[in-house]
């Protein structure tokens, strides 16, 4: 998102967030982002991917749709890697995340509480105190995850809404989909 903002926005956070919530519909017209520039992922077998920008289409996408699908990209490459949690047969019922980075964008909680069908928690905090209290709860200092998050209470909640929820189902489908061609 960083380097969407600084290679291509010319606008702050919530200005983008505003116009693809505004002006791009979920799913961006049919324009996907895969987020993988980064080197090899795990959740990808340690394949080297790269980013792409699948289904541009010149007469139907702009700015907006470019925001959202960024934004969409990174919820489903992270609830790729939850589905492979489910494999496992862990279950993810709440998301607690520190009000910073992609949690503050309200497109982003929203996308991601319809795809993974998490709520999220979102707390006055940032990412090194739950990663401390993360550590702790590993650690055995404290004995359940209520303990581990005494003291803090959510300053704004996203539950999936299976209207939605629906919707981005199929999109993530089509994503995934698409996914499965780039890896060959």
């Known amino acids: 998102?960083?380097?969407?903002?600084?290679?291509f926005a010319g606008a702050t956070?919530?200005?983008m967030d505003q116009m693809a919530?505004?002006?791009?519909?979920?799913?961006?017209?049919?324009?996907?982002?895969?987020?993988?520039?980064n080197g090899a992922e795990r959740t990808l077998g340690n394949k080297n991917l790269g980013a792409a920008?699948?289904?541009?289409?010149?007469?139907?996408?702009?700015?907006?749709?470019?925001?959202?699908?960024?934004?969409?990209?990174?919820?489903?490459?992270?609830?790729?890697?939850?589905?492979?949690?489910?494999?496992m047969g862990l279950e993810v019922a709440?998301?607690?995340?520190?009000r910073a980075n992609m949690f503050l964008s309200q497109l982003f909680r929203?996308?991601?509480?319809?795809?993974?069908?998490?709520?999220?928690?979102?707390?006055?905090?940032?990412?090194?105190?739950?990663?401390?209290?993360?550590?702790g709860l590993g650690a055995g200092i404290y004995r359940d995850t209520k303990e581990t998050f005494v003291g803090l209470t959510p300053a704004g909640i996203t539950e999936p809404d299976m209207a939605k929820a629906a919707q981005y189902k199929e999109i993530y489908q089509e994503w995934e989909?698409?996914?499965?061609?780039?890896?060959g």
């Open 21 to 37: 919530l505004e002006e791009a519909p979920p799913g961006s017209a049919g324009l996907f982002f895969y987020p993988y520039g």
């Open 53 to 87: 920008l699948m289904g541009l289409d010149l007469n139907v996408h702009g700015r907006p749709h470019v925001f959202r699908a960024a934004q969409e990209g990174i919820v489903f490459a992270l609830n790729y890697g939850v589905e492979i949690m489910k494999q």
């Open 1 to 7: 998102n960083r380097w969407l903002k600084n290679t």
């Open 13 to 15: 956070y919530k200005e």
């Open 177 to 183: 989909a698409n996914l499965k061609k780039l890896l």
């Open 94 to 98: 709440t998301v607690k995340a520190g």
């Open 110 to 135: 929203e996308a991601f509480a319809m795809v993974t069908g998490a709520c999220v928690e979102l707390y006055n905090t940032d990412g090194s105190q739950g990663a401390a209290r993360g550590a």
